[in-house]
């Protein structure tokens, strides 16, 4: 069996990082602050995310990943080889790490090429790509090597990896580009249009997970937020509902529910009949906001499940994912 040592979850807006026999030792803001004149690194997740909004224009903050890619190479190759740095602080390992990671399905040959050399030049031995609905099946438990079917939807911060898994492989699936940021920025469009309010990308953030909703709620919730009044620019607050953010989110849900339904028109009977059984397994931070497995099994009439700690299940299914390899490997040496 392959051992892995290393499990990476290279999301838009975070990066988790499983390490064998440790778990979860990183799950921080795919975010890089560097100084502009001599691209210094100042900071990296968690701490340059707060920096976002708040630097003046000698020092940068920017995200180098985009919709599960990497969109600007040296940022992103700096920021992974401080995660990993800081990863293998949590356990030694002997000689150079065996890295496992997991990348939206469908993406170009040019695009896993950027991700193999960016984790190359971290130190690693080996590098291997997985496929995000299959570390989602692995981290949660799944026997992804049985013929029974399964429908895993992972929403991610830049996309929602919808598939149906059946024998080991991904049977038919899609990649939507879509994910946790666009509900983020939905709300911070909401309150701009609505209450002429500019929000900070941070405070959408939090509105967001405080209490975004894509169902009514019978016992409302509100959340304060603070921004800016676009008529004359002074700070206010505003008191947000929960109930009112059903409707900004509206768009970006039914695009997930409209891929969940193309995925299961295209699959064969056979497997629509085992995920109908089995039911569909939620991972990724957006399956966390409020009613969203309600909403999807609503609108599906298939039961639906959100996996234990979605925002990791990726990264530990990628560290997890020896075995997995190595069948794979013999089946495409037959």
Do not use: W
Not at 21 to 36: C, L, R, T, W
Not at 144 to 162: A, F, K, P, Q, S
Not at 182 to 199: G, H, N
Request: proline share 3%; hydrophobic share 40%; glycine share 10%.
């Amino acid at each position: 069996m392959y051992r892995i040592d290393i499990g990476i979850d290279l999301g838009t807006s975070k990066v988790s990082v499983y390490m064998r026999d440790k778990g979860i030792v990183i799950n921080q803001p795919s975010v890089i602050a560097y100084e502009k004149k001599e691209k210094k690194i100042i900071a990296v997740g968690k701490k340059a995310k707060k920096m976002l909004g708040k630097t003046g224009e000698g020092v940068i903050v920017a995200q180098p990943i985009k919709n599960g890619v990497i969109s600007e190479y040296a940022l992103a190759e700096r920021m992974i080889k401080a995660f990993v740095k800081n990863a293998l602080r949590k356990r030694r390992i002997l000689g150079r790490p065996n890295i496992c990671v997991a990348v939206p399905q469908g993406i170009t040959e040019v695009e896993r090429r950027a991700v193999e050399d960016a984790i190359v030049k971290t130190g690693a031995k080996e590098v291997f790509l997985l496929e995000s609905p299959i570390a989602a099946a692995l981290g949660t438990g799944v026997d992804i090597m049985e013929t029974m079917g399964h429908m895993v939807v992972d929403i991610g911060g830049g996309t929602t990896d919808i598939a149906v898994i059946s024998a080991g492989d991904i049977s038919y699936g899609i990649s939507l580009k879509v994910g946790g940021d666009d509900f983020t920025e939905a709300i911070a469009r909401y309150v701009r249009r609505k209450y002429s309010i500019e929000m900070g990308e941070q405070s959408a953030e939090d509105a967001k997970i405080e209490i975004a909703s894509v169902i009514y709620r019978k016992v409302d919730s509100s959340y304060e937020i603070k921004g800016k009044n676009m008529v004359n620019g002074l700070p206010v607050r505003l008191d947000l509902s929960a109930n009112e953010t059903i409707e900004p989110l509206e768009e970006i849900t039914s695009q997930i529910i409209d891929g969940i339904t193309q995925v299961l028109e295209k699959a064969e009977p056979e497997i629509v009949a085992d995920v109908a059984k089995e039911g569909i397994l939620l991972s990724g931070g957006g399956s966390l906001i409020y009613g969203m497995d309600r909403l999807i099994s609503d609108r599906t009439g298939i039961r639906t499940i959100i996996s234990d700690e979605p925002e990791n299940v990726v990264a530990a299914g990628a560290g997890l994912a020896g075995e997995y390899i190595m069948v794979q490997d013999e089946e495409s040496k037959k």
